[in-house]
């Protein structure tokens, strides 16, 4: 036998998919791939660019983009690896000096900078002490500008010179905003901030000093990464690198949300998109049979029946992904043009990448959802040309549709790039498939008992669906993948959204206050509780550092990837408390006990001791105040670090360290129009340090409100791929029900009857799929839940409304896709059968 060169193959398969291009099931196929590629490369563009936008925003905190900070001048070759990138960069040093006047000394927090200082966000300062506030560029060398309780600790006046180190320096402003200090809550004593170029005349930075230097660097994601494995082999035991995401705990967390959300809305849309995918492959391998046998009697071998089949295949996922991905590509446009109010105006620019990969989704999606239907085409026997009932051999199912599994789990690690959701996802899916598939069959022939004195609607309608009750299953799970998709990205965005605004609600905590000192300890509680209505409890704070666990010294225990490595190489706020603090929740052991142990209590964060190996029962031992005091874990806690209360690693038992002197810290939110309130506050203590946080939570709200609304527009690419699912739910039956309809129509029955059965059986059909939906919306609800936020599950009454939608919409839907099969002509269908 004669081989087909591949180029005529190839060809012919061209002029074929051209002839074929009105059918049905390809025009519900191409459409399919359109939208998942659009749906997957829009929701990447948009995900990207937001999710850099934000991040952009979020670099405000760091001051620049990237901080590589050490407790010694970072290496030459650090330098240059950055300046070689054509990376901006700029220099900081910080450092605790006192400050010396004529008549007085206070010390101070000390900040260092060059002219490029800062990199990211805005440095804002006043003409005089309490006065509105401007944005501006930095103190000029030989000027320093001071915070507001400097002035008042020290009594001076704009244009008083102080004296840092052996250095006269000019006072010009009032520093009133740093970028980079939102997070740093635990600076004790008043800032200063001066030129970098007046360091070395201070003499105050020496060998031996306790100094802490910032390179900052600002550049595009690419440089940056670039950088950070240039200079990683290099980094030494005092180094780290800190980014938007990891450099504040509270942006960290918000950002991994919104990144999670639009990844899984992402996910529910190309799988809805991949089941649109195998309907309509199905129907087109099915409709090919006589061709393939026809082939095959023409000469054409196994392989190359079903090559040429596969080149169809491949031309049309070719073009369909191409003009998907142009369609996503305008559709983020269309986005970042609706959000523009909100959103920053320097957006970073997009990369193919999302195009890319949403093309290389598409093809992937083809080519596991479309494999099990057609490779029953290269089995198609030649005989079926004489006898129509010849169907082809199956293949092997558990393993072309375990290729279509893994492809499916391919394409949503791709997309989420976390294990847990595609796991959470893949999983519970699968499990709610098997479930609902197998309680859907045993239901349908139950309903055999009921058809007998039903009415002859009822009985033509629910008919169809018991001849064949592993399709009417199958597309039962179709149609309910729909609804479950959609009311499990309703039900995440609304509880979600819910939760994170509840942990950020409109009286959180907008003022950090440190240093209270404890003969204003009383004082200060009254004046906060008079301004406040929503004010924290004042905590003692002594610093402490851990020295030894379990008597081995505690960088042995340790080692140097652990992220509890951090904890150990600064001291810890050490507190100590008698009731569990609000936003804590204790995970294992118990608070104190009213019997005295051995050894004082201590109560560990769960994540730290996780990462410090430590367990209940385990002996720490702490140099605190000179003296190394050794506790015992009672407990272990979990932090709602994202609360704006003041938060603790470790909380000690009473009475433990209430030798040691201690300041006292809380937060409160203060209301709008108290301004002069808080000024006074700050005058009445100047020791005590306050700390706006206004700047932070406005950045955090922002967040929510763009994943909010990016969602609401995520949501339509998610109800376009469920109602190509739901056509090729219908596509694939059409040619039946068209003969069944021409059959009964024969024999005399009414057009009103037979729109009366359709409404029956896709009622049914609907209801079925949305009861289906609401247990498996259930089902995956709870594990992502658990596995991937970190939420408290509880069921979910309003999704027993699913089964009333789905038969509206299925139901509707079916009607309406169906009606070829009320129009066609019997005589012409006959005659073709």
């Not at 060059?114 to 506030?133: I, K, M, N, V």
């Amino acid at each position: 036998m004669t081989r087909m060169p591949f180029s005529r193959l190839a060809a012919l398969a061209l002029r074929q998919l051209i002839r074929d291009a009105r059918a049905g099931e390809l025009r519900v196929l191409f459409f399919a791939l359109l939208i998942a590629v659009a749906a997957s490369t829009a929701i990447g563009f948009f995900g990207a660019r937001l999710n850099d936008a934000m991040l952009l925003r979020a670099t405000e905190f760091l001051g620049a983009d990237l901080v590589l900070r050490g407790s010694a001048p970072a290496a030459a070759e650090q330098i240059e690896a950055g300046k070689r990138l054509q990376l901006n960069h700029a220099q900081l040093v910080e450092f605790s000096s006192v400050i010396a006047t004529d008549d007085n000394l206070q010390l101070a927090s000390v900040k260092a900078a060059d002219s490029l200082y800062p990199l990211r966000g805005e440095l804002r300062s006043a003409p005089a002490p309490y006065q509105p506030e401007q944005v501006s560029s930095g103190p000029q060398p030989g000027e320093a500008w001071a915070e507001a309780r400097l002035f008042a600790a020290l009594d001076l006046q704009i244009g008083d010179l102080i004296e840092v180190g052996n250095k006269p320096l000019k006072l010009t402003r009032v520093l009133t905003y740093e970028p980079d200090r939102v997070g740093d809550f635990y600076s004790l004593t008043p800032r200063v901030l001066m030129h970098l170029d007046d360091l070395q005349a201070t003499g105050v930075v020496q060998p031996g000093s306790r100094v802490s230097y910032r390179e900052l660097w600002r550049g595009p994601a690419a440089q940056l990464q670039a950088y950070q494995e240039a200079i990683q082999a290099g980094i030494q035991p005092h180094q780290r690198i800190e980014t938007a995401k990891d450099g504040n705990r509270q942006i960290g967390g918000a950002l991994g949300r919104a990144e999670r959300y639009l990844n899984l809305a992402s996910l529910a849309a190309v799988l809805l998109a991949g089941v649109a995918v195998a309907l309509s492959a199905a129907r087109f391998a099915a409709r090919r049979f006589d061709a393939s046998a026809l082939l095959r009697c023409l000469g054409l071998a196994r392989r190359e029946a079903l090559l040429l089949y596969s080149l169809q295949l491949a031309y049309l996922g070719t073009v369909a992904s191409v003009i998907g991905a142009l369609l996503g590509w305008g559709a983020q446009h269309g986005l970042f043009y609706l959000l523009r109010d909100l959103l920053v105006s320097e957006i970073p620019p997009a990369t193919l990448w999302p195009a890319l990969a949403g093309i290389a989704t598409g093809l992937i999606a083809l080519a596991g959802f479309a494999l099990p239907p057609l490779a029953a085409l290269g089995r198609v026997p030649p005989l079926r040309v004489l006898r129509r009932d010849m169907l082809p051999v199956p293949p092997s199912s558990w393993l072309v549709y375990g290729a279509a599994i893994i492809a499916l789990g391919v394409i949503m690690w791709r997309l989420s790039l976390d294990l847990k959701i595609t796991l959470a996802l893949l999983g519970g899916g699968l499990v709610a498939t098997l479930v609902l598939g197998g309680l859907l069959l045993l239901a349908l022939q139950g309903l055999r008992r009921l058809l007998s004195g039903a009415s002859l609607p009822w009985r033509i309608g629910l008919g169809q669906l018991l001849r064949h009750p592993l399709a009417a299953a199958g597309q039962s799970l179709a149609f309910g993948l729909i609804l479950l998709a959609m009311a499990l990205i309703a039900l995440l965005r609304g509880e979600l959204l819910d939760t994170w605004q509840e942990q950020l609600p409109a009286d959180a905590p907008n003022h950090f206050v440190l240093n209270v000192l404890p003969e204003d300890n009383a004082a200060f509680s009254e004046r906060i509780l008079a301004l406040s209505d929503h004010a924290a409890p004042l905590y003692p704070v002594v610093p402490g550092r851990l020295v030894a666990i379990n008597g081995e010294p505690v960088r042995q225990v340790v080692s140097k990837e652990s992220q509890g490595e951090r904890a150990i190489r600064r001291d810890l706020s050490l507190t100590w408390a008698q009731e569990l603090p609000a936003d804590n929740r204790l995970t294992a052991g118990q608070w104190w006990s009213d019997e005295p142990g051995e050894l004082p209590g201590v109560s560990v964060e769960a994540e730290l001791a996780e990462s410090l190996k430590v367990g209940l029962g385990d002996r720490l031992s702490f140099t605190v105040g000179g003296i190394t005091r050794d506790v015992s874990v009672t407990s272990l806690r979990e932090v709602n670090w994202d609360s704006f209360q003041p938060n603790f690693y470790m909380i000690f038992e009473p009475d433990t360290l209430q030798d040691v002197p201690a300041t006292y810290m809380t937060s409160f939110h203060l209301p709008v129009g108290k301004d002069r309130e808080l000024v006074q506050l700050a005058r009445d203590f100047p020791s005590a340090t306050i700390l706006q946080v206004e700047a932070l939570l406005g950045q955090l709200r922002s967040i929510l409100a763009q994943v909010s609304l990016a969602v609401e527009y995520v949501l339509m690419f998610v109800l376009a791929a469920g109602l190509a699912v739901l056509f090729a739910g219908l596509q694939a039956t059409l040619d039946e029900r068209i003969r069944q309809g021409a059959l009964l129509r024969a024999l005399g029955a009414e057009r009103k009857l037979l729109l009366q059965a359709r409404r029956a059986e896709f009622g049914v059909l609907g209801a079925a799929s949305g009861l289906l939906a609401a247990l498996g919306c259930e089902l995956v609800s709870a594990l992502l839940y658990h596995f991937v936020f970190d939420l408290r599950w509880q069921p979910h009454p309003w999704l027993l409304v699913l089964p009333v939608i789905g038969a509206l919409l299925v139901g509707g839907a079916g009607v309406i896709g169906t009606r070829r099969a009320l129009n066609a002509s019997p005589l012409s269908v006959l005659r073709e059968n």
